[in-house]
């Protein structure tokens, strides 16, 4: 079930206003009425369910009626690498990986890529995708979105990712064909720095991109995909083997 976001602490049986952007919401596309229940999560993310008592033009008062124990949720482990892409095809993925309970969503421009914006519009465009992180993590009851981190040069994003100092993948269609027996899924735990999963652009990566990975590419088990849907796709499968070995804890 979607939840609402409420920005100072709930506590229960003490009532509490909803203002703003979840009010606008509400009120306009939910159509929301008096003697509704819906699910709200506060700052501290402890989410409650709660009654609608009261509906104005400027607030909608609720009252919390329980809180509520969080599904087993995955802890976010996976860091995505993708170049700039056509609008429509980023914000498809900003909203799918979220979904997929990626960590991190990294862009970085290289040689068969387009630029990343600069200034102020890179920072309108990083609002505009935080929204729709935000929105795709309440849609789907994840607790908090991924980071997204934009890099000036691909030099910079491969230095980070060798730091962080967890694993790092990437993947071209002319590289060794990924199977599920890869090596790091028995010796990963929660203690692990994370997986780096990196994208080519369209044209794909060129000879001299390539040797500065540490380890030799993969190709996807797929015929040649589109870079917004093999980004996907690498986080899907590398989410089941990881839950091939490993329960998830509750949240």
Known sequence: MP????????????NFFLRGAELKHL?????????????????EKKRFLCLVTEVQNAFIILSPIEALSLEKEWPPWFQIYIPPLKEKALDFIFQKATELNGAEIHLYPC??????????????RLERWSKICLEACKQSGRSSPPKII???????????AKNQGGELFCFHPQGSMLGKNLGWEDNFS???KGISLFIGPEGG???KELCLFPNPPYQLPFPILRAETAALACLTLFQFFLASKMEPKKS
């Not at 939840?3 to 003490?14: A, G, H, T, V």
């Not at 929301?32 to 700052?43: A, L």
């Not at 040689?111 to 309108?124: D, M, R, T, V």
Request: with cysteine; net charge neutral.
């Open 190 to 192: 929660e203690k692990g």
């Open 3 to 14: 939840y609402f976001l409420c920005d100072e602490p709930i506590q229960l049986s003490k």
């Open 205 to 207: 990566f060129t000879e």
């Open 27 to 43: 009120r306009l596309s939910r159509k929301i009425r008096k003697g509704e229940k819906i699910e709200v999560q506060d700052p």
């Open 111 to 124: 040689q068969n890529s387009q630029a990343l914006p600069n200034g102020q519009k890179l920072q309108s």
């Open 150 to 160: 934009p890099h000036p040069s691909f030099d910079h994003a491969l230095e980070q």
